[in-house]
């Protein structure tokens, strides 16, 4: 069981900026503490230039870390038992979220030239994109079928990522099934 102590307030954060808030989550017996832009557990530090952080689920964590020296940007994710390591590399992801499982970590990322949800098993693998496949990028408007990705976070549940933009509520499964 996990108690957030200060608010996450996270999903209107942008990348570009330097991370400003600070978080303290109690993880079984540990401290998870983020404190302007650094994550650490038990004062080990785990993760340095953090611009996001999801919320914990099943003690398990996932952010986005800032390249030293760049504008890419690393998914990390982090448990007790394998520790930190690199999800998805070298591109700009946003707004991770965890599955209340922890089986799998749901992202916003543009690595096709065009902004999308994607997901990937917490365990690693090739990122799922579920949002915009196979559109191609249109000059100076959306192309047909675009699917706006949240602005403002996802609302999370055992079927998957919800989220509302312009008007419409849009659900994607975190594995790909039908919902």
């Known amino acids: 069981m996990f108690y957030v102590l200060f608010s996450l307030a996270l999903a209107a954060e942008t990348c570009g900026e330097p991370f400003a ?3 303290t989550v109690e993880l079984d017996q540990s401290w998870l503490v983020l404190d302007r832009g650094v994550l650490t557990i038990d004062s080990r530090v785990i ?10 689920a099943a003690n398990r964590v996932a952010f986005v870390q800032r390249r030293p020296d ?6 990390l994710v982090w448990d007790a038992e394998q520790g930190v390591r690199v999800l998805v590399d070298g591109s700009r992801p946003s707004q991770p979220v965890l599955s209340p499982d922890g089986a799998y970590v749901g992202f916003v990322d543009a690595r096709t030239s065009i902004a999308s949800v994607y997901t990937v098993p917490f365990e690693g693998g090739e990122p799922a994109q579920r949002t915009n496949v196979g559109l191609v990028r ?8 675009f699917v706006s990705p949240p602005r403002s976070g996802f609302e999370v549940d055992g079927r998957g990522l919800t989220w509302t933009e312009d008007g419409v509520t849009h659900v994607v499964s975190w594995n790909g099934g039908d919902l």
């Open 21 to 23: 808030s600070s978080v």
């Open 47 to 56: 993760g340095v230039e953090v611009v996001q952080m999801s919320e914990v």
């Open 70 to 75: 760049s504008m890419l940007l690393d998914l």
């Open 138 to 145: 249109t000059p100076g408007r959306a192309p047909e079928g």
